[in-house]
């Protein structure tokens, strides 16, 4: 495989920067687990053993709620179906709705008393009702789980009560986050809701992010001994959306200021940038019994980032291509890729098309080019690449 990379391409890249990938970034936090996303495009703007397993305490009331939504969207629930408390919910201790036992409660207060008043027995009633015990729903989610990509989720039961097989990373999390906010927006109003009140007690939304952080609209706190304090929370901001998840902290105070904190960086300390639109020229490729020495290589999709501001000098990108390419050569036809690699995160490779088409040369410049190649001296090809610091 060769590299090459011509000098106008190095002044070009220079120029013009990276673009797609987020890094690692200079952020701290007190959190043994963070993860922060954008909503948009899925990319992992932070994390700190995002990907480890660890107790997610009532935060994994979010897949319960998750698995509620799925079987409203498909018409096998309705808002309106009422639920049978059991004395299992009844006397199900921790975070309560305070359902009352051998009585029926729609599906919509249900949810709201997952997700508002993070009742342990709510959820209860929810997986008996439709697995037909706690034990059939835990395996329902694993199932769901796997379908929907949490790779580093194990779970034993519906509330996020301690055990050891009642796990999820940060990263899972959020992707399950983006997935509720996605594929249930018409369910999303319910994380936002300040207050609910059943058998005439009021609880309010323990969120402390929809009192902190304006725009903020989401979704879920959780905490255990094992666990510590942990926010699932997301916003919206100037269109955009970012999702935080946090978790080890050691208070509620700390909880509250730690996910406004990394909201706010979400938001401020990241960029986003656009540096190549479709069409856009990055370089030429080396051609090979063409009619034309060269063909440029053009960009078939925008390339843009959400980079931190500390980091945008910090990159490098290297045009790859197996050359000369041969002729014929068809327009659009994928001949190479841009790398792109920012310090402390993974290389992305973005394809580049030929920009024209090069026609194979003619039985006489075909004739010719075999004479030179007799007479000319072998000549390894350079690999090259483009610091983009300036």
């Given at each position: 495989?060769?590299?090459?990379?011509?000098n106008?391409?190095?002044?070009?890249?220079?120029?013009?920067?990276f673009?797609?990938i987020?890094?690692?970034?200079?952020?701290?936090?007190?959190?043994?687990?963070?993860?922060?996303?954008?909503?948009?495009?899925?990319?992992?703007?932070?994390?700190?053993?995002?990907?480890?397993?660890?107790?997610?305490?009532?935060?994994?009331?979010?897949m319960?709620?998750?698995?509620?939504?799925?079987?409203?969207?498909?018409g096998?629930?309705?808002?309106?179906?009422?639920?049978?408390?059991?004395?299992?919910?009844?006397?199900?201790?921790?975070?309560?709705?305070?359902?009352?036992?051998?009585?029926?409660?729609?599906?919509?207060?249900l949810?709201r008393?997952i997700?508002?008043?993070?009742g342990?027995?709510?959820?209860?009633?929810?997986?008996?009702n439709?697995?037909?015990s706690?034990?059939?729903?835990?395996?329902?989610m694993?199932?769901?789980?796997?379908?929907?990509g949490?790779?580093?989720?194990?779970?034993?039961n519906?509330?996020?009560?301690?055990?050891?097989?009642?796990?999820?990373?940060?990263?899972?999390?959020?992707?399950?986050?983006?997935?509720?906010?996605?594929?249930?927006?018409?369910?999303?109003g319910?994380?936002?809701?300040?207050?609910?009140?059943?058998?005439?007690?009021?609880?309010?939304?323990r969120?402390?992010?929809l009192d902190?952080?304006?725009?903020?609209?989401?979704?879920?706190?959780?905490?255990?001994?094992?666990?510590?304090?942990?926010?699932?929370?997301?916003?919206?901001?100037?269109?955009?959306r970012?999702?935080?998840v946090?978790?080890?902290?050691?208070?509620?105070?700390?909880?509250?200021?730690?996910?406004?904190?990394?909201?706010?960086?979400?938001?401020?300390?990241?960029?986003?940038?656009?540096?190549f639109?479709?069409?856009?020229?990055?370089?030429?490729?080396?051609?090979?019994?063409?009619?034309?020495?060269?063909?440029?290589?053009?960009v078939?999709?925008?390339?843009?980032?959400?980079?931190?501001?500390?980091?945008?000098?910090?990159?490098?990108?290297?045009?790859v291509?197996?050359?000369?390419?041969?002729?014929?050569i068809?327009?659009?036809?994928?001949?190479g890729?841009?790398?792109?690699?920012?310090?402390?995160?993974?290389?992305?490779?973005?394809?580049l098309?030929?920009?024209?088409?090069?026609?194979?040369?003619?039985?006489?410049?075909?004739?010719?080019?075999?004479?030179k190649?007799?007479?000319?001296?072998?000549?390894?090809?350079?690999?090259?690449?483009?610091?983009?610091a300036?």
């Open positions: 495989m060769t590299v090459r990379i011509g106008s391409l190095i002044s070009l890249l220079m120029l013009i920067g673009g797609g987020a890094s690692a970034q200079p952020i701290e936090t007190p959190g043994e687990y963070a993860v922060l996303m954008d909503y948009r495009t899925g990319e992992i703007l932070y994390e700190k053993n995002a990907r480890m397993p660890t107790a997610p305490a009532s935060m994994s009331k979010l319960t709620a998750a698995i509620v939504f799925e079987r409203l969207k498909d096998s629930v309705q808002l309106s179906d009422t639920f049978d408390v059991s004395e299992k919910a009844w006397r199900m201790g921790g975070s309560k709705m305070w359902v009352r036992v051998d009585t029926e409660i729609s599906v919509e207060n949810l008393g997700i508002v008043q993070s342990n027995d709510a959820c209860i009633v929810v997986a008996e439709i697995a037909g706690e034990d059939a729903f835990a395996d329902l694993n199932k769901k789980a796997r379908e929907w949490l790779t580093d989720s194990t779970f034993a519906a509330t996020g009560w301690p055990d050891e097989n009642q796990k999820m990373s940060m990263l899972d999390l959020a992707v399950l986050t983006r997935k509720i906010i996605r594929d249930f927006p018409e369910y999303y319910l994380f936002s809701e300040r207050e609910f009140t059943w058998e005439k007690i009021p609880q309010g939304n969120n402390p992010l902190a952080f304006d725009g903020a609209d989401g979704l879920k706190t959780g905490h255990t001994e094992e666990s510590g304090y942990g926010l699932v929370g997301s916003a919206v901001k100037d269109g955009e970012r999702i935080v946090v978790n080890g902290l050691g208070s509620t105070r700390e909880r509250s200021n730690e996910a406004a904190r990394l909201m706010r960086i979400s938001f401020n300390d990241f960029t986003r940038k656009t540096f639109e479709p069409g856009d020229i990055v370089g030429d490729a080396l051609v090979f019994k063409g009619k034309d020495k060269t063909a440029p290589l053009i078939g999709d925008p390339i843009s980032a959400i980079v931190h501001r500390s980091l945008i000098d910090k990159s490098r990108a290297t045009v291509y197996d050359g000369p390419v041969a002729a014929p068809k327009e659009n036809q994928q001949i890729y841009l790398r792109v690699e920012i310090e402390g995160g993974e290389a992305k490779d973005y394809p098309y030929a920009g024209v088409e090069v026609k194979e040369m003619g039985v006489f410049g075909k004739i010719g080019l075999a004479a190649m007799l007479l000319a001296k072998p000549e390894a090809a350079p690999e090259e690449s483009a610091s983009l300036q």
